[in-house]
């Protein structure tokens, strides 16, 4: 693709100015309409039949046998797919994420593939993504980067402001099983379809390139995918204040070994998570 570090700032800063930054930081989660251009999803679109012909051993099927659609999540796979790599490192997403995260640096901290079928009736209930994670810090920002229309009733729903804590108990999407943190320390997840009037919720219909941003924090879920298949790229991206925190238990994703390499509270300077972006 061939675009240097100044011309996806440029594109970067073409979408996100002070009144995005501002929404982001109050709100925790905005949408960026056409971040991607028509070669990126090409590529994306590549990247992901080459993840769907050989998933890793990461892959989780997250629907039930009886589905009538299929919903397959994949993690960490930039350093084998070439145009998941070329995208995540020459595309404007990092730049996009460092200035809504007001951050020096960007570095990645995984992709994650989220491939819903068409009928697909399972839904992605409402989580907060931070308390699965092996990390600490408030400067994050998660993409969602669609490759098919999505129609509103389908899309990533938000309840706004909740990136301001507190952290909400982790639990398996199926079983509901509290397998991170012991039972009983974290506060449960507000029933938000319950009461939806109650809650100050955002979601946007979505077209191909363009892509929703939020904090690691944000309480969010999604809807089954409808008549449409619904393929998603969402790339997880760190800032300048972002330190490793082992846990005890196995992550989602897991990131086997690391703490022998990075000792607890050390900044994110390995390997697995390169810097993506720095600030002009």
């Known amino acids: 693709m061939g675009e240097t570090t100044k011309d996806t700032t440029a594109r970067a800063a073409a979408l996100v100015g002070p009144e995005e930054v501002a929404?982001?930081?109050q709100d925790g989660v905005i949408v960026l309409r056409g971040l991607f251009n028509a070669e990126?999803?090409?590529?994306?679109?590549?990247?992901?039949?080459?993840?769907m012909a050989a998933p890793s051993e990461r892959a989780i099927v997250a629907s039930q046998p009886d589905d009538p659609g299929?919903?397959?999540?994949?993690?960490?796979?930039?350093?084998?797919?070439?145009?998941?790599?070329?995208?995540?490192?020459?595309?404007?997403?990092?730049?996009?994420?460092?200035?809504?995260?007001?951050?020096?640096?960007?570095?990645?901290?995984?992709?994650?593939?989220?491939?819903?079928?068409?009928n697909t009736r399972a839904k992605t209930p409402w989580h907060q993504d931070q308390p699965y994670y092996n990390i600490e810090g408030s400067q994050t920002c998660s993409m969602w980067a669609p490759l098919d229309p999505v129609p509103r009733e389908a899309t990533l729903e938000?309840?706004?402001?909740?990136?301001r804590g507190p952290w909400l108990m982790p639990r398996t999407f199926m079983t509901h099983e509290a397998r991170w943190f012991p039972e009983?320390?974290?506060?449960?997840?507000?029933?938000?379809?319950?009461?939806?009037?109650?809650?100050?919720?955002?979601?946007?219909?979505?077209?191909?390139g363009d892509v929703v941003?939020?904090?690691?924090?944000?309480?969010?879920?999604?809807?089954?995918?409808?008549?449409?298949?619904?393929?998603?790229?969402?790339?997880?991206?760190?800032?300048?204040?972002?330190?490793?925190?082992?846990?005890?238990?196995?992550?989602?994703?897991?990131?086997?070994?690391?703490?022998?390499?990075?000792?607890?509270?050390?900044?994110?300077?390995?390997?697995?998570?390169?810097?993506l972006w720095e600030a002009p």
């Open 23 to 25: 929404a982001f930081q």
């Open 40 to 51: 990126e999803l090409a590529r994306l679109g590549e990247g992901i039949e080459a993840n």
């Open 70 to 118: 299929y919903f397959i999540e994949d993690f960490c796979n930039w350093q084998r797919i070439d145009a998941y790599r070329e995208v995540i490192f020459t595309s404007p997403a990092a730049a996009a994420a460092g200035r809504l995260m007001e951050a020096r640096q960007v570095r990645l901290y995984h992709d994650h593939l989220l491939v819903k079928e068409p």
């Open 158 to 163: 938000f309840v706004a402001g909740t990136h």
């Open 184 to 208: 009983g320390t974290l506060a449960d997840r507000p029933d938000v379809d319950a009461d939806r009037e109650a809650f100050d919720i955002r979601g946007w219909a979505l077209e191909p």
């Open 213 to 275: 941003m939020f904090h690691m924090l944000a309480l969010h879920a999604a809807g089954g995918a409808g008549s449409g298949r619904r393929r998603v790229l969402s790339v997880r991206f760190m800032g300048d204040d972002v330190r490793h925190a082992p846990r005890p238990w196995r992550t989602s994703p897991p990131f086997p070994g690391l703490q022998e390499e990075l000792p607890e509270r050390a900044p994110m300077e390995h390997p697995l998570f390169p810097l």
